[in-house]
């Protein structure tokens, strides 16, 4: 199984919600990462969990939360976002932080913030 | 800075012609060259690396080759087929990092 799933596939959420991202592997990686995506960009690295301990913060704001409650599963809790936080979100995970090379991406979440 | 770009965003290729997309990197430091494939509403996906003591790679249709002499990387896929219409992305990252580097993306669309 090569897969990482990620739910919801889209989420639509006004600005005083509180809601969750999902996403899940069974691969054995020890390594997984959140990306946001806008439109016509690449991704941008958000948050690393090696070990389920976060290694990478890439100064996100405190609205996005991360939680990785075992090596299985990442989530993104999300509490008071901006309509620019619409994005795409993506998953990925990878053996272990030393082999972020090789990346496995999840479909994503697409995410809208009215 | 550390960035990957690409010289173009958008190509449009006839079928079954070769495509050629590049990526210029910046960061001497990096050994491990990616390209990723991201279809419309997917994730990307993994199609072939290079690492910096190789200057060729070939996969199933596709060759990667690496310059590292002006920092260049590019993606050769032969035989274009309309279901290569994708969005193609090049990264960078290096031996134990904990992250990988995207570049700006490049709009391959087919012609029939």
């Known amino acids: 199984d090569t897969e990482v799933t990620q739910t919801p596939k889209h989420l639509v959420m006004g600005m005083t919600n509180k809601k969750s991202l999902k996403c899940e592997q069974h691969m054995g990686h020890r390594a997984m990462y959140w990306y946001k995506q806008k439109a016509k960009k690449p991704p941008e690295l958000m948050f690393v969990y090696s070990y389920e301990k976060l290694s990478i913060n890439e100064s996100v704001p405190s609205r996005f939360s991360p939680e990785c409650p075992n090596s299985s599963l990442l989530n993104l809790h999300l509490h008071a976002l901006q309509p620019e936080d619409s994005a795409l979100y993506l998953c990925?995970?990878?053996?272990?932080?030393?082999?972020?090379?090789?990346?496995?991406f999840g479909p994503g979440t697409r995410l809208t913030v009215t | 800075g550390e960035n990957v770009g690409l010289h173009l965003p958008t190509l449009s290729v006839q079928e079954g012609d070769n495509s050629i997309i590049n990526c210029a990197y910046s960061?001497?430091?990096?050994?491990?060259f990616i390209w990723y494939k991201q279809e419309s509403g997917k994730g990307p996906q993994f199609i072939i690396d290079?690492?910096?003591?190789?200057d060729k790679r070939q996969g199933q249709r596709v060759t990667v080759l690496l310059n590292k002499t002006v920092k260049h990387l590019s993606l050769q896929i032969a035989a274009t087929q309309p279901g290569d219409s994708a969005v193609y992305f090049c990264a960078e990252t290096y031996s134990s990092a904990s992250k990988i580097i995207f570049g700006s993306g490049t709009r391959l669309s087919i012609r029939p």
């Open positions: 990925a995970s990878s053996l272990d932080g030393t082999s972020s090379y090789e990346q496995y």
């Open positions: 290079i690492r910096s003591n190789m």
């Open positions: 960061n001497s430091a990096s050994d491990y």
